[in-house]
């Protein structure tokens, strides 16, 4: 086996060395799962269509849902198979079956989807709940195709239970940006701030996020599971739609991302997966944010722009 570089902080591990604590805190099928206290913080390994009914109802504020899409995709040797829409409109009517009792009637639900999923599941979800947006996510990487324009972009719907009655922190999440053409009036700045390390704006958030790239080997909150979630693009979702001491629900939690953003952010989490390994990852990662809740992309309160590290060290610093 090749030795990974230094730089590599890729999170890896077999489960035979695992780090001290991690399987031990792991719940199982086989565990009492019924009451708040027994689910909170904790991550669940095992099928969300068995666990979730065991789960106690009504304790979810939010909750974050990337089911394998309609893909052929392999997962820790456990393989998701290309449906046709029908049946994946019927699968994902069962676990909207199985989540919905879990939720608050003032709980927002955001579904991940790549745009041919997102057709089937849109007539799906506007049946079950209020569809409130389609946020676009432009991630950096994909595959180049040569028949077609390579896919850039991946669909999150927001969705609420409640038409009115749901909460959302527009002033948590503005972005970032640097000032190109900064506009004075009577010779003061009209809307930007002047500092020092340059000239930036706190922007209104809108539903086309280009400021995320997927997680890569030399970020702290990588592992190998093969479509994990950015930890920035997760804290958006969260500080918008929860507060401090909420419960946020992930029952296709993959390597965590969602439960370690919740827990970075002052949130509660339960968390589901079906694989062991991915779900000791997850435990890790919890482990490791008991000492480091920096959430790359995010500091001082504010989304930044990408490539703006240097400005953002130099801002966080005064
Ligand atoms: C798209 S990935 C989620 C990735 C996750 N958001 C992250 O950032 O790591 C989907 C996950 O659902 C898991 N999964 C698929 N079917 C499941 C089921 N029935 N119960 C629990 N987990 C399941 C897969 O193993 C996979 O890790």
């Known amino acids: 086996m090749m030795a990974k570089s230094a730089r590599n902080k890729t999170i890896d591990f077999d489960l035979d060395h ?16 019924t009451s708040r206290d027994a689910v ?13 009914p065991q789960l106690p109802d009504g304790f979810a504020d939010l909750a974050l849902i990337d089911p394998p899409y309609n893909l052929d995709k392999r997962y820790d040797g456990l393989k ?12 994902t009517q069962r676990w909207i079956d199985l989540v919905k009792p879990k939720l608050k009637p003032t709980a927002s639900i955001y579904v991940f989807a790549d745009w041919q999923t997102s057709i089937a599941i849109a007539p799906i979800l506007a049946q079950n709940f209020t569809i409130k947006n389609r946020i676009t996510w432009q991630r950096e990487k994909g595959r180049g195709a040569k028949t077609n324009w390579k ?13 009115k009655e749901y909460t959302f922190n527009v002033d948590q999440v503005k972005q ?7 506009y004075r009036e009577n010779g003061k700045a009209k809307d930007w701030q002047e500092s020092a ?4 704006r706190d922007t209104m958030p809108s539903n086309f996020w280009d400021d995320i790239s997927i997680p890569y080997w030399s970020m702290a909150e990588n592992t190998g599971h093969p479509t994990q979630k950015p930890e920035k693009l997760l804290a958006k979702v969260i500080l918008a739609s929860s507060n401090p001491g909420d419960v946020i629900l992930d029952p296709f939690a993959g390597a965590g991302s969602s439960l370690v953003t919740a827990k970075k952010l002052n949130r509660h989490f339960v968390g589901v997966e079906q ?12 482990q490791l944010a008991d000492q480091d809740k920096t959430i ?23």
């Open 275 to 286: 694989s062991k390994l991915y779900t000791a990852w997850g435990i890790y990662r919890l």
């Open 40 to 52: 909170l913080d904790h991550s669940i390994n095992g099928d969300s269509f068995k666990i979730l």
């Open 80 to 91: 998701f198979k290309h449906l046709n829409d029908h049946d994946y409109q019927t699968y």
């Open 18 to 33: 695992a780090p001290a604590g991690v399987l031990e805190q792991m719940l199982t099928a086989g565990d009492d799962l």
């Open 176 to 182: 970032r940006r640097q000032v190109i053409a900064p």
């Open 151 to 163: 896919n850039g972009m991946e669909d999150i719907w927001f969705l609420t239970q409640d038409d």
């Open 197 to 200: 390390a340059g000239r930036f």
């Open 296 to 318: 790359q992309g995010y500091a001082d309160g504010v989304f930044w722009e990408r490539n703006t590290g240097a400005l953002q060290r130099r801002i966080s610093k005064k």
